[in-house]
């Protein structure tokens, strides 16, 4: 892309712009952090995935056969537009895995958002504007606390994301999409924070009614082995110097970034999703 770009001309006055999903926008925003040594870009997200999450916060990055988003800078978009019309065009299936970030957000920081993801119809492909800025201003914050995850803050987005990470990268591209992947980390992460937090599980049962209300996986497949996912967690960034960092949560909107959890609890919790 690079190579196009200045075969065609561009320089350090050109800009980017994203018009897709999350993939689209990593791969447009790592681009345009590295040609001429950075130059502005434009997010246009246009699935939920993108809307709630993905677009904002400054994360881009590409996918190697090692592990998702191991090659990436951080680079602001200097604008987000977000349009709700553009998603009545998506497949279900990639419309309703969207819906698992927007669950994050409300597990680890409004509680009060479940009950409004709960009265969505997962059929009608409207969300309202409200809604999406509501996550994006979770997510805004977050970033805003702690940009380059230097405090810890910043990796409560991570609630979910360690072992669903794992999960995605087991299958080939596409197989599982991403947010059904995090449905089951999301779903291993309550468990452990009932295990390790005393996290109620009737807080637990509430998430997860969500999760299958929109139709996303709580099952681990059985062609998926334990020891394929333990393999791929070892490669995956958010274990640093060997050590694990983990979103648990303490309550139902409250997140913490845990330093208590041992690969047996995880493997513990990988075995949990075949129950």
């Known amino acids: 892309l690079c190579g196009e770009m200045n075969r065609a ?28 040594r950075g130059i502005p870009f434009i ?55 969207g819906y698992a970030e927007a669950i994050k ?5 409004d509680a009060s958002m479940i009950d409004t993801l709960g009265d969505l119809d ?8 409200d809604l999406l800025t509501r996550n994006l201003a ?10 380059k995850e230097t405090s810890g803050t910043r990796a409560l987005l991570n609630f979910g994301h360690t072992i669903g990470h794992g999960i995605e990268a087991s299958l080939p591209y596409g197989t599982m999409l991403h947010g059904e992947a995090i449905s089951l980390g999301i779903r291993a992460a309550l468990f452990l924070s009932e295990k390790m937090n005393g996290f109620s599980n009737k807080d637990s049962q509430r998430v997860l009614t969500f999760l299958a209300l929109f139709q996303l996986p709580l099952t681990l497949p059985e062609s998926i082995s334990t020891e394929t996912v333990m393999g791929k967690l070892s490669r995956d960034k958010k274990f640093t110097g060997g050590k694990i960092k983990f979103v648990l949560l303490t309550a139902l909107g409250a997140g913490e970034v845990s330093d208590k959890v041992t690969v047996h609890d995880i493997r513990e919790a990988v075995e949990h999703l075949r129950s």
């Open 9 to 36: 001309g561009h320089d350090r006055g050109s800009y980017i712009i994203a018009l897709g999903g999350g993939v689209v926008g990593d791969l447009a925003g790592f681009v345009a952090s590295i040609f001429h």
């Open 43 to 97: 997010q246009i997200p246009t699935t939920i995935v993108s809307q709630v999450d993905s677009s904002a916060g400054g994360k881009t990055g590409v996918n190697t056969s090692e592990g998702k988003n191991l090659i990436g800078c951080f680079h602001q978009p200097r604008l987000v537009i977000v349009d709700p019309l553009t998603l009545n065009t998506l497949p279900g299936r990639e419309y309703r895995e």
């Open 105 to 109: 957000h409300a597990a680890i920081r």
């Open 122 to 129: 997962p059929t009608d492909q409207h969300p309202s504007a």
């Open 138 to 147: 979770i997510k805004a914050q977050i970033v805003e606390d702690d940009e």
